[in-house]
Antibody, heavy 121, light 110 residues
Framework: QVQLVQSGAEVKKPGASVKVSCKAS????????MHWVRQAPGQGLEWMGW????????NYAQKFQGRVTMTRDTSISTAYMELSRLRSDDTAVYYC??????????????WGQGTLVTVSS | EIVLTQSPGTLSLSPGERATLSCRAS???????LAWYQQKPGQAPRLLIY???SRATGIPDRFSGSGSGTDFTLTISRLEPEDFAVYYC???????????FGQGTKVEIK
C-alpha cells in the first residue's frame, strides 16, 4: 500500500533553515510528482511547489521562490523540502503529497502525516 | 494566478441535512483541473472529487460535484456525522504553472 512517512516535528529559531523529509513506499517513487503543501495553525492549505523525482525538476510557488529547495534521493525513495530564512509566520504543518493523473485530472491522492515546524526565538 | 474563493466560511447544519458549498474562481478554470478535498482535525486532507464531478475511489455517492467556468459546487446530499469537517477546493493551471486552494468551508454540527 502507498505510504508517505514524514520526519518528526522541528523547532527552529528565526533566520534558520529546516529540512523535512518524506519517505515513499508501496509504489514507484520516480513515477509520480511529489508536492509540498503547508498549513499554518487554524488556517487553510497553501501550495508550495512540486518536484519531479525522476528528473529532479522543480516548480515552486512564486511566494517561496528563493527560500525553498525541493530535492530527492531516489536510492531511498525520499523527497525533501528545505525552507530557509525562517520567520515566525512559517510556523505550520508541512505535508508532502503524491500527484496522480485521474482521467485528465491531476490531483493529490496520498498525503504524508504532516510535520509541524515551529519557528520561535 | 487564479484565486479560489469559497463560501460560506462556515456552514452550520444538522445530520441528515443537505450541504451546498461554493467555490468561485477569479478566472475561468478547466473543469478537469478542479478538485475537492476533505480535512478532519489532526488529519491530512483526503481527495473527494476530481475533474469537478468525479468521485475518488471509496467516496460515498452522497458527495457530488458540479460546475464549470468560474463557479463550482460540492454537495453533500444527506450529512452523516463523519462529514463534519473542512472542505477545500483546489485547481491547477499552466500559466503560471501553479496549484491553488480555496480558503476552506467548515461544515459544523448545528
Amino acid at each position: 500500500q502507498v505510504q508517505l512517512v514524514q520526519s518528526g516535528a522541528e523547532v527552529k529559531k528565526p533566520g534558520a533553515s529546516v529540512k523535512v523529509s518524506c519517505k515513499a513506499s508501496g509504489y514507484t517513487f520516480t513515477g509520480y510528482y511529489m508536492h509540498w503543501v503547508r498549513q499554518a495553525p487554524g488556517q487553510g492549505l497553501e501550495w508550495m511547489g512540486w518536484i519531479n523525482p525522476n528528473s529532479g525538476g522543480t516548480n515552486y510557488a512564486q511566494k517561496f521562490q528563493g527560500r525553498v529547495t525541493m530535492t530527492r534521493d531516489t536510492s531511498i525513495s525520499t523527497a525533501y523540502m528545505e525552507l530557509s530564512r525562517l520567520r515566525s509566520d512559517d510556523t505550520a504543518v508541512y505535508y508532502c503529497a503524491r500527484e496522480i493523473e485521474l482521467d485528465t485530472a491531476m490531483v493529490l491522492d496520498y498525503w504524508g502525516q504532516g510535520t509541524l515546524v515551529t519557528v520561535s526565538s | 494566478e487564479i484565486v479560489l474563493t469559497q463560501s460560506p466560511g462556515t456552514l452550520s447544519l444538522s445530520p441528515g441535512e443537505r450541504a451546498t458549498l461554493s467555490c468561485r474562481a477569479s478566472q475561468s478554470v478547466s473543469s478537469s483541473y478542479l478538485a475537492w478535498y476533505q480535512q478532519k482535525p489532526g488529519q491530512a486532507p483526503r481527495l473527494l472529487i476530481y475533474g469537478a464531478s468525479s468521485r475518488a475511489t471509496g467516496i460515498p455517492d452522497r458527495f457530488s460535484g458540479s460546475g464549470s467556468g468560474t463557479d463550482f459546487t460540492l454537495t453533500i446530499s444527506r450529512l452523516e456525522p463523519e462529514d463534519f469537517a473542512v472542505y477545500y477546493c483546489q485547481q491547477y493551471g499552466s500559466s503560471p504553472p501553479a496549484w491553488t486552494f480555496g480558503q476552506g468551508t467548515k461544515v459544523e454540527i448545528k
